[in-house]
């Protein structure tokens, strides 16, 4: 199994600044994931964070906005930048060990922006 | 582009009573998973589902998978007010990229 952790987990933030949200595992993975969940909704993919490589980004994100990095196998974070209301969310950090099928979710960080 | 589709959204039942919950996807994978979600929490994972004709049970909960299809069900037996939760399932298209279905919001009424 894998323990994540992210901070913070909820935080407040006013339009046009930026947010970077932190998730640790408690043991090495090859691949981590970035979910948005909005208000009410179900989980988008935001982007697959490589150690070592750029993150990939799916449909609809992009880097200038969601910037991400990799230091290690046990650490990512996700930024928000240039944030606006529509942005107010559930952020969740994702991971799949590689001694399994299970694929395990952190808490999540709710972030609203007003 | 890969559509997960679930029905139904909100589904209301008695305490006893058993029901389905639907799952549709639109193109193959051989992995699917179930979740649970409390309100203002996380993720809890149910089941993985593997290949065609997987079935698992925990407890109340039993899920299967039918590649063929494109369908996985999550049956419900004798449903009780812990059951209370929004369920998702969830399809694998490349390597622990998920694309979620939209939600079952289930409400156990005594």
């Known amino acids: 199994s894998a323990v994540i952790s992210q901070k913070p987990s909820r935080d407040i933030c006013q339009r046009g600044t930026s947010l970077t949200i932190q998730c640790q595992v408690d043991s090495q993975v090859t691949m981590m994931f970035w979910y948005r969940q909005q208000p009410g909704q179900s989980l988008t993919l935001i982007a697959t964070a490589n150690q070592g490589s750029e993150a990939t980004y799916e449909s609809g994100f992009v880097i200038d906005k969601f910037p991400i990095s990799r230091p290690n196998l046990t650490f990512s974070t996700l930024t928000v930048s240039n944030m606006s209301p529509e942005d107010s969310s559930i952020y969740l950090c994702?991971?799949?060990?590689?001694?399994?099928?299970?694929?395990?979710f952190g808490p999540g960080t709710r972030l609203t922006v007003t | 582009e890969l559509k997960v589709e679930q029905n139904p959204l909100f589904l209301s039942m008695q305490e006893g009573k058993n029901y389905t919950i639907y799952c549709n996807y639109s193109?193959?994978?051989?992995?699917l998973y179930w979740y649970r979600q409390d309100p203002g929490k996380s993720l809890e994972s149910l089941f993985v589902l593997l290949s065609n004709g997987a079935v698992k049970q925990e407890g109340r909960l039993m899920a299967s998978l039918d590649t063929k299809a494109r369908l996985s069900t999550l049956h419900i037996t004798a449903a009780v007010h812990d059951l209370s939760a929004t369920y998702f399932c969830?399809?694998?298209?490349?390597?622990?990229?998920?694309?979620f279905g939209t939600g079952t919001r289930l409400t156990i009424i005594p």
């Open positions: 994702s991971v799949r060990p590689s001694d399994t099928y299970e694929q395990y």
């Open positions: 193109t193959t994978s051989d992995r």
């Open positions: 969830a399809v694998d298209w490349a390597l622990g990229k998920l694309t």
